[in-house]
């Protein structure tokens, strides 16, 4: 199949080569700073303004809650569905409000969100739906990829993510109003310093040298040091306060970073095999007692950025991880990864009021499916599981 991106040939977007045409789907991609700065971007160009209400599911990470407040709406969350870690249809449909403006769900992990019936209720209550396909490219639903069912979608390209350029995010638009928008506002965005883009390009080469799923645990706390030290950009912005949004919301994608893209997803088609390869060996080969794999439907073909399962007693599952050099993710450890107590509220969040998304992520592990993991390590992780 053809990439996601294709560069552009004439045309208004030729002043602007970081846009490109999608291959076969007739879709314009925009290339941001991150995918948060993506998705803002969607927001604003759907019209979405300050004191509007966007519906985000509980079970995510900040970065969908910062997206909305960077533009001055409120996030509101919708309840995952019992046992899974994407949206419930029937809690969003409780939730929408005359004042919300756009509904944002997640296919989790790739696990396809049920995107037939939630585009119906967003359809029924004449609001716009967004896709954040940040954890995949590839997963299909009925033969169709996600990212085509909503007014938009937006990607990420960071660690951990199917496609890894350092930083970076994309958004594209399935509406020609919206395409004129983003069309309009993407000259706006600036390049990111030359200082900030030579710290993306050796983030992401000290990564790709040093980092493998046995090397996870090391690699995961020399990062977090760098991050705390200023020397990296981390996954983490701090809520915008009085002060605004930070910074990366005014930023396109840096030429460097746009180019590896390119570049990168031409081996999508490849890396996607492998990593429907690796998630096969996890679900048939782990069948150890306490672990529970997820269930998807019949028509639905996910490509795992992460593969997850859920145990009881995470703490001590991924304690054991570490000693026995299996990578296992605990994110999204909290309703809205990484924040607790008094910082959920900060961001619109009331502990207690999404009950499946907290009892999910008392529960969910992950493990790597890229490109890194080979045979050795998923025998470890097998082993590990099953012992």
Same mark, same amino acid.
């Given at each position: ?30 290339? !941001? ?34 997206? $909305? ?10 309840? $995952? ?22 509904? &944002? ?23 716009? #739906? ?32 199917? &496609? ?16 004129? =928008?983003?069309?309009?506002? !993407? ?15 050796? #983030? ?6 040093? !980092? ?23 996954? !983490? ?40 390869? &690796? ?23 996910? &490509?795992?950025? @992460? ?6 007693? =995470? ?64 025998? @470890? ?7």
């Amino acid at each position: 199949m053809p990439s996601l991106i294709e560069p552009v040939k004439g045309g208004a977007s030729s002043a602007y080569p970081e846009i490109a045409q999608s291959g076969g789907a007739g879709l314009t991609e925009y290339v !941001y700073f991150r995918g948060r700065v993506a998705m803002a971007a969607i927001l604003r160009g759907l019209g979405v303004k300050g004191g509007d209400d966007v519906l985000i599911q509980a079970f995510t990470c900040i970065a969908v809650p910062e997206a $909305v407040m960077s533009i001055g709406a409120r996030p509101r969350y919708v309840d $995952v569905a019992s046992g899974s870690p994407n949206m419930d249809p029937d809690d969003l449909a409780r939730k929408i409000r005359p004042d919300t403006r756009a509904v &944002v769900i997640q296919h989790s992990f790739g696990l396809p969100a049920n995107v037939e019936q939630l585009s119906a209720v967003a359809r029924d209550a004449s609001i716009p #739906m967004i896709e954040d396909c940040a954890h995949t490219i590839e997963s299909r639903v009925g033969g169709r990829r996600v990212g085509t069912f909503g007014a938009a979608a937006f990607y990420s390209y960071e660690a951990s993510k199917p &496609v890894f350029v350092g930083i970076g995010g994309s958004a594209i638009s399935n509406d020609p109003a919206l395409t004129a =928008k983003l069309n309009a506002a !993407y000259p706006e965005y600036e390049q990111p310093p030359t200082a900030t883009q030579l710290q993306i390009a050796a #983030m992401f080469l000290a990564h790709k040298v040093v !980092y493998s799923p046995s090397t996870y645990w090391t690699v995961r706390g020399i990062f977090r040091a760098m991050v705390a030290a200023g020397i990296i950009k981390g996954n !983490y912005n701090e809520v915008a306060g009085e002060a605004g949004p930070s910074a990366d919301f005014s930023r396109r994608m840096g030429a460097r970073q746009a180019q590896m893209l390119a570049t990168a997803l031409r081996r999508l088609d490849q890396q996607s095999d492998h990593r429907r390869w &690796v998630a096969g060996q996890y679900r048939s080969r782990i069948s150890g007692a306490g672990v529970t794999h997820l269930p998807h439907e019949s028509n639905v073909a996910p &490509v795992f950025g @992460r593969y997850p399962m859920l145990v009881e007693d =995470k703490e001590r599952w991924v304690e054991g991880a570490r000693a026995a050099k299996v990578e296992l993710a605990d994110f999204y450890a909290t309703p809205i990864h990484p924040l607790k107590g008094d910082a959920l509220r900060r961001v619109g969040y009331k502990p207690g009021s999404c009950p499946q998304a907290e009892w999910v992520a008392d529960r969910i592990v992950s493990l790597p499916t890229g490109p890194q993991t080979d045979r050795k390590q998923i025998q @470890r992780a097998v082993d590990y599981f099953n012992r």
